[in-house]
């Protein structure tokens, strides 16, 4: 009776085991697309904001002749589009901060400690994946978070950067 308990206990072990291991893939996985969404957003702030100081002296002869309120209009909408989108980058990029982020994988401790048993060995390699697997979607939720407002702060200046251009327009062919 003994021996098929501890064989039944060997066989749930082994499914504990499997089933960790897809959830710490998971977030793995997890990880890997939220680093590469960061990276995307940084460098498609980065672009615009290229592309933004490269159009606005186009606009130069322009600007020069018309009053100070519609200038101060245009230089205003062209601040805070390009403070917001250098603050997501700035936002974004925390995300590489690899001090804060530290992640958990199973120890080699775990190896060395000798176990004379299989079933004590499983035991401490399941108690090590469910710690990996808590603080790593611990962290990957905080860098979703991150990705969040650093995106929130990404369309506000896309949507400042409509704003800026309808201006532009407005100045160049009505004023």
Known sequence: MGDKTEKRNNLLRDEYISYLLRLFANEDNRMNKLEGKITQLIAQSGLIISIITFIIPLFY???????????????????????????????????FNIKKFKYSDCSEETVRKGHKK??????????????????????????????LKSNKLFAFGIYFLVALTIELLIVSFFI
């Not at 101060?72 to 997501?88: E, R």
């Not at 790593?136 to 905080?142: F, K, V, W």
Request: charged share 20%; glycine share 6%.
């Open 61 to 95: 002869d322009s600007l020069k002749c018309i009053s100070i309120g519609p200038k101060i209009l245009l230089g205003a909408t062209f601040l805070v589009t390009v403070i917001l989108l250098c603050i997501s980058i700035f936002y974004a990029s925390k995300i």
């Open 118 to 147: 299989m079933p004590e060995f499983k035991k401490e390699y399941i108690d090590d994946l469910i710690f990996s697997i808590k603080r790593n979607r611990g962290l990957n939720n905080t860098k979703g978070s991150i990705l």
